[in-house]
């Protein structure tokens, strides 16, 4: 199984700071990497798919970058509603894992 | 508007069954593969199950391998989460998921406890 190590756990940051987020894949995923958010008691929904293409309505501060096994998502501009706890998933091969989740709070 | 909407969650003893359902709608059910993934309270995201658009192949984490069965009819837009042998480990909150995990259903709890 590919395993997704994703890294911050916990993330305090102030509205407007640069917000970046990252996984790494046990092995090589060719972009087969997409990002999700979960904001409390909510059902996650897809931001970023293909490791950098815009899901329908996401806000333009959203970005994801990366190849190989290194995968980023950021946010330029931190906003109140993007307090949530973020994802990452392989869909290189099954089964399918995801990352441990980044929980966003404010500082 | 895509939508999928779980039902037939609840409350349930060890070793019991339960069928999750999931109505889809707003995009061409029948051409898409679809996911179950699951989230215990407090815990991160697990996927679970794949079938094709065709029922051709399903595919099962090893938690669950043996125990669930994921089926669809496309007649009725429906996926579906036989399972079965129920265990404590098992209560989370039970998600639907298009293919490419573009979109997702709202979830339904299933809590198995004595």
């Known amino acids: 199984d590919i395993q997704m190590n994703q890294t911050p756990s916990t993330l305090s940051m102030s509205i407007g700071e640069r917000v970046i987020i990252n996984c790494h894949a046990s092995?090589?995923?060719?972009?087969?990497l997409s990002w999700h958010q979960q904001k409390p008691e909510n059902a996650p929904q897809l931001l970023i798919s293909?490791?950098?293409n815009f899901h329908t309505e996401v806000p333009s501060r959203f970005s994801g970058s990366g190849s190989g096994t290194d995968y980023s998502l950021s946010s330029s501009s931190l906003e109140p509603e993007d307090i949530a706890t973020y994802y990452c998933v392989q869909a290189k091969s099954l089964p399918n894992t995801f990352g441990a989740g980044t929980k966003l709070e404010l500082k | 508007e895509v939508q999928l909407v779980e039902s037939g969650g609840g409350l349930v003893k060890p070793g019991s069954s339960l069928k999750l359902s999931c109505v889809a709608s707003g995009f061409t059910f029948s051409s898409y593969g679809m996911h179950w993934i699951r989230q215990a309270p407090k815990k991160g995201l697990e996927w679970i199950a794949l079938?094709?658009?065709?029922?051709?192949?399903?595919y099962y984490a090893d938690s669950v391998k043996g125990r669930f069965t994921i089926s669809r009819d496309n007649s009725k837009n429906t996926l579906y989460l036989e399972m079965n042998s129920l265990r404590s480990e098992d209560t989370a909150m039970y998600y639907c998921?298009?293919?490419?995990?573009?979109?997702w259903g709202q979830g339904v709890m299933v809590t198995v406890s004595s």
């Open positions: 079938i094709y658009y065709d029922s051709s192949n399903k």
């Open positions: 998921a298009t293919g490419s995990f573009d979109y």
């Open positions: 092995e090589i995923i060719n972009t087969w």
């Open positions: 293909k490791a950098s």
